[in-house]
């Protein structure tokens, strides 16, 4: 069982960048598919990002493609978002997600969370 802990949420101005990150622990890195959903208040979970076992296969959300940059660095256990060019409607608990096997776009199919962490896009 894998455990995740997302860290690197904050206040950032519109136009600004930040960088996300989950640390995996308790199990086997590499034969996860990873992702990352944000939440806003008051609206669905929806997918932002997610990437294969390998790098070899990411996705985006329309809605942040060419802003955000999902990475993975299997031997530190590390998931990544690099988040550029921020609006106030990226504003969300952030958080990363895995599963087994294939990457998936659906919410449902991920089988491991992280607690979240909160982004603020704001002036």
């Known amino acids: 069982q894998v455990q995740l802990v997302e860290s690197g949420g904050g206040l950032v101005r519109p136009g600004g960048s930040l960088r996300l990150s989950c640390a995996a622990s308790?199990?086997?890195?590499?034969?996860?598919?990873m992702a990352w959903f944000r939440q806003a208040p008051g609206k669905e979970r929806e997918f932002v990002a997610a990437?294969?076992?390998?790098?070899?296969?990411?996705s985006y959300a329309d809605t942040v493609k060419g802003r955000f940059t999902i990475s993975r660095d299997n031997a530190k256990k590390q998931l990544y978002l690099q988040m550029s060019s921020l609006k106030s409607e990226d504003t969300a608990v952030y958080y990363c997600?895995?599963?087994?096997?294939?990457?998936?776009?659906?919410?449902?199919?991920?089988?491991?969370w992280g607690q979240g962490t909160q982004v603020t896009v704001s002036s």
């Open positions: 997600a895995a599963k087994l096997l294939l990457v998936s776009l659906q919410h449902r199919r991920y089988t491991h």
């Open positions: 990437i294969s076992q390998s790098s070899d296969d990411s």
């Open positions: 308790g199990g086997p890195f590499n034969n996860y598919a």
